[in-house]
């Protein structure tokens, strides 16, 4: 049995502010999102659901995603 976490693809449309990596060993969910100030955000997150949440705080053109995640 694996202990390694599953994460979900990220939705094409989102995989220019939201990117996989992996910190200490495990994978997170990055926000690549960028401000105004041109700043990455750089939020680390274990699931897709919650990262979805999180851009819609910097966004409200992402909260149409959030259909992704109410199921």
Known sequence: ????????EIP????PVLEI????NAPHIKCK???KDGKECGALFFNLSD????LATHDSKYRRFLSLINT
């Open 21 to 24: 990596v992996y910190e200490g």
């Open 51 to 54: 990262a979805i949440r999180h």
């Open 1 to 8: 049995m694996s202990n390694e976490l599953k994460i979900p």
């Open 33 to 35: 999102y960028r401000g």
């Open 12 to 15: 094409a449309e989102l995989r």
